[in-house]
């Protein structure tokens, strides 16, 4: 059994890893929603095969993909380690760092770093960890405005919804929404707007140069930390990122403690495996890391807030802690047949997917989440595209083991604890078995051929959209029986 | 040689035309078919749900059952996959390491029909006759947890007089995910009917796989369409002359 150390999960009421219903109930949502469910076929569809070509391409990607969980393997193994190396060389190059427990602790540094500037507006790079603690939320209670300068981030901001997904944060989004969105919440924007790509990008452009220019604090996540040098690195597409990350006065970063690596050769894996699994790219247009600060270059004040939230109970499961090794490419969603059909929102916390559906519920204890370990099929399309073989199939199967157990101690059991303890009871031993198999004869009553239409509960939700089969009027065994007979059952 | 066959909870209870021809096909092939009766369910709906603890008494019954046999054939990849990946994590799990030895010696002589075909008889022309337009869809746990690559397709391709047409969209979920059919039943639906437009749209009359699971799926919502198209397990074809 596994031993759990009681380290604290991320708190409630702060940051967005619970929904507000179940993933059932918000999954019907989504499938109702016909445009989104076209939006999202469309857009995965499209990554699915720009990934599958470039990940063919190179003779070594299973090595790679290897190597990666070998690295993150070993990180995890000495992350105190190497977060502390991670702190002195960070610190030793004039940057400063900040440790945050949780999400409520980490705003509260973040407010104050940024109010010390006297700055009440801030320019953003994309990153899910601000989101996952509620940063802007909390940036706007003191006053600050926080913008989101990642396109589909501000297609988001602007339109007042959630990110859907880790690198196609508007996913659900299709170029008219994207207009609509414009033509109604962007400051100064032209009321001719097309929904031409090159014309939404050149709005937003014009939109986000300004905001650019006379920002003075720029805040970011981190894609890698390398501690042999406590460099920073963060990888992205549009540019804006380099743009946060260079022009203004004061740079603040918040980085999940288990992005840390050990050393540049690591990166050098990571910048291999990351931009071919999320983009379909050989490579990322921009790549911005930076070490300390510069003289006469870049920010002058640096600051690195490492933010465990319910990373450190993460880490205390050892099975459950490879969720940890999650690079945030999203390939495990773009694969995934049940993201593609119900989209992020459905999953209620900023990791949708596989990975969320197991990262998600770790952070926060399994009881806030207990709906996501069960949205899955088990198919394993994610475990066999995830970049650094994280076993999200092997994942949600303990973690349904966790929930049960932990069930185990409330009493009365429920029905479905009471029907599986019966089943096992009854498949334990033949004898009982045959017994079972007979009473399910019983179905046969009425209607000897065709099939069952309407199951009673807990089966009728198969029925609801399928039919079920008759039982047969012989089991195999018995006709095993009857036609080979018990002499030949010896093994 | 001698095989025992592990026919699986679901194929005796509800799909016995599926052992019946898992042992004609073998018996065909000049092999001597023996059924274990201790067997019952290799309790992969239990570990799939969370509950190991009452599937370990499943593994353990299955352990014993099968632990002389030098080869076990199971017509399912799923719960083949079971066998091979689950039954040894979760006697391990739940601290039984011995149990978890010999569920791994019992896993390495486990074959999924197709893999026991192709790699140990070392046949792909098991001479079946089946004069209908088929599409295989190949299911996640064959695909993806044991791996079974082409081997059902291999031997499909050999049967004569069968018309085998490609499925678009082949190895996505059909949506079955054994309880996750009736906890996300709507999910499951939706997975469920682009599957069937796929099998649809190849206008095939049979569609099999290498899961009664799968096929209880997909044949349970063909029917509910009243579409026209029916499900056969892969053995059933192989076995069909």
């Given at each position: 059994m596994t031993t759990f150390l009681g380290m604290p999960t991320a708190p409630r009421g702060v940051g967005h890893l619970r929904g507000d219903d179940p993933f059932p109930v918000a999954a019907r949502r989504s499938l109702a929603d016909a445009q989104l469910r076209r939006n999202l076929a469309k857009a995965t569809a499209t990554i699915r095969a720009k990934r599958a070509k470039v990940t063919a391409e190179l003779p070594d990607w299973e090595e790679l993909r290897a190597a990666g969980r070998a690295i993150k393997t070993r990180t995890m193994a000495h992350l105190d380690r190497y977060l502390e190396q991670l702190e002195a060389e960070f610190t030793s190059r004039g940057g400063i760092v900040h440790w945050a427990a949780d999400a409520h602790e980490a705003n509260l540094i973040a407010v104050d770093l940024v109010r010390a500037t006297g700055a009440t507006e801030v320019v953003k790079v994309k990153s899910i960890v601000t989101d996952e603690i509620g940063l802007n939320e909390a940036l706007a209670d003191a006053g600050i405005s926080a913008i989101e300068t990642d396109l589909a981030e501000l297609i988001v901001q602007l339109g007042h919804d959630r990110p859907s997904h880790f690198l196609v944060p508007a996913i659900h989004r299709n170029r008219a929404e994207i207009r609509d969105i414009f033509l109604r919440q962007m400051d100064g924007v032209d009321p001719g707007l097309t929904d031409r790509p090159a014309d939404l990008a050149g709005a937003a452009r014009r939109y986000l140069r300004q905001k650019f220019l006379t920002a003075r604090v720029g805040v970011s996540g981190a894609n890698f930390a390398v501690a042999e040098t406590g460099t920073l690195c963060v990888v992205e597409s549009e540019g804006n990122g380099r743009m946060c990350l260079t022009l203004p006065d004061t740079l603040i970063t918040i980085m999940g403690?288990?992005?840390?690596?050990?050393?540049w050769t690591d990166l050098g894996v990571f910048l291999q495996l990351l931009p071919r699994s999320a983009t379909g790219e050989r490579m990322n247009p921009y790549t911005s890391m930076w070490t300390g600060v510069t003289p006469g270059d870049g920010p002058r004040q640096v600051h690195l807030i490492l933010l465990d939230n319910g990373r450190t109970a993460a880490l205390a499961d050892s099975v459950g802690r490879q969720a940890l090794h999650c690079i945030r490419c999203s390939a495990c969603l773009n694969v995934c047949p049940v993201y593609e059909r119900v989209g992020g929102h459905a999953y209620g916390s900023v990791y949708p997917g596989p990975i969320g559906a197991v990262l998600s519920p770790m952070l926060t204890g399994i009881?806030?989440?207990?709906s996501l370990p069960y949205a899955s099929s088990l198919c394993g399309a994610c475990y066999e595209a995830c970049p650094v073989q994280i076993d999200i199939p092997e994942l949600l199967v303990h973690l349904r083991a966790r929930h049960v157990d932990e069930a185990r101690r409330r009493w009365p059991p429920g029905l479905e604890a009471i029907t599986m303890s019966t089943a096992a009871w009854a498949m334990a031993d033949p004898a009982r078995f045959r017994s079972a198999q007979s009473l399910g004869r019983?179905?046969?009553?009425?209607?000897?051929r065709g099939v069952i239409g309407r199951l009673p509960p807990p089966l009728a939700a198969w029925t609801r959209a399928r039919d079920a089969p008759v039982p047969p009027a012989e089991t195999f065994r018995h006709w095993w029986s009857r036609t080979h007979g018990d002499a030949h059952d010896r093994p | 040689m001698r095989v025992a066959l592990f026919v699986t909870c679901l194929a005796d209870t509800l799909y016995p035309q599926v052992g019946r021809a898992t042992v004609r096909l073998l018996e065909r092939l000049g092999h001597q078919v023996t059924f274990p009766q201790g067997q019952t369910c290799c309790g992969q709906m239990h570990v799939n749900s969370g509950y190991q603890r009452e599937a370990l008494a499943l593994i353990r019954r299955h352990v014993e059952t099968f632990a002389d046999c030098a080869a076990v054939v199971v017509p399912s990849g799923s719960c083949t996959g079971s066998i091979r990946h689950q039954h040894a994590m979760v006697a391990r799990r739940l601290g039984d390491d011995e149990l978890a030895s010999r569920a791994e010696e019992v896993a390495r002589r486990t074959f999924d029909l197709s893999e026991f075909l192709v790699d140990v008889a070392g046949v792909e022309d098991v001479g079946a006759y089946y004069p209908h337009r088929v599409t295989y869809h190949p299911t996640c746990h064959s695909l993806r947890v044991i791996g079974v690559g082409d081997r059902p397709l291999r031997l499909l391709r050999h049967v004569s007089g069968i018309d085998l047409v490609e499925l678009a969209?082949?190895?996505?979920?059909?949506?079955?995910g054994g309880t996750f059919a009736i906890k996300n039943a709507e999910v499951s639906t939706a997975m469920l009917t682009d599957k069937m437009r796929h099998i649809l749209a190849t206008k095939a009359e049979v569609i099999t796989a290498g899961d009664s699971s799968c096929l209880m799926h997909i044949g349970g919502g063909l029917s509910r369409l009243k579409a026209g198209v029916r499900t056969a397990h892969i053995a059933e074809i192989l076995a069909a002359q």
């Open positions: 403690i288990e992005k840390v690596i050990p050393t009881e806030d989440n207990a019983l179905g046969r009553v009425g209607r000897r | 969209d082949a190895e996505t979920c059909c949506g079955f």
